[in-house]
C-alpha cells in the first residue's frame, strides 16, 4: 500500500499542472473524475481494506467530494439554457444583499473555472499569467504589456496594434465588474464573463453527466 501514494501524488500534481495552464476545461475535468476519483478510492480502499464499512464509506466519500466539485457546471447551464430571466435578474441584482453572498461564490467558482473570449482565448493566457495570479500580478502585468504595446510606441504597426487590443479585453474579462473591483460598475464586462462562464460549462456538462451515469451503473 504504501508504494502506491505516488501515484496518488502524481495525480494530483498533474491535475494542478492543466488547471494552471488550461483552466477546468473537457482534459481536467475526464482526468479529475474518470482517473483522480478511482485512484483515490483505491487508495482509501488500501489504507481501510479491500472490504469492510470504513472503505467503502471512504470510497462514497470520495465520490460526494468530487460530485460537489463538479454540481455546480450543470446547475449553471441548466439555469442558463432553461431559466435565462432568472440568471439575468440575478446577475441585474448581484450588489443587494440577499444575493452578493451568492454572487461572490458564483465569481469565485467562475475564476476556478478559467474565462474565455468569444474566439476561445484564455485572457490568463494573453497576458501570459497562470491562473493563480493575484490581481497585484494580473495589473502589473497588464502595465508591462499595454506599455509595451501601445500604439503610441509601436508606431501603429497592425500585429502590435490587435495585441494591445486583445490585452485591453483580457484585462476587462478578468476584473472589471469584480467583487472586489472599486471602479464604476460595468453590467457590459459583467454579463460577458457571464456567458464565458456559461459557456465553459456547457462544453463540460456531457462529460460530467457521462460520469455520473456511468457511476450509477457500477
Known sequence: FPRAWPVGAFMIALLYAVWIFE??????????????????Q???????????KRSALAAFMIWVCAFAIVVPIPVIVFVAYFYPAMLEHFVRRRKREIYRGLWQKFEWYSRALG?????GANPFRVLGLPQTASQAQIRKRFRDLSMKYHPDKTGNDPVKKEMFIR??????LITKGMFDDARPDDAKAVMKRVHATVNR??????????????????
Open 167 to 172: 490585452i485591453q479585453e483580457a484585462m476587462e
Open 23 to 40: 483552466g477546468v476545461q473537457e482534459l481536467f475535468v475526464g482526468l479529475l473524475l474518470f482517473q483522480g476519483v478511482p485512484v483515490a
Open 115 to 119: 474565462y474565455t473570449d468569444e474566439t
Open 201 to 218: 460549462c456547457a462544453s463540460l456538462a456531457s462529460i460530467i453527466a457521462m460520469w455520473f451515469v456511468l457511476s450509477l451503473l457500477q
Open 42 to 52: 483505491e487508495l482509501a480502499r488500501g489504507a481501510f481494506g479491500a472490504s469492510g
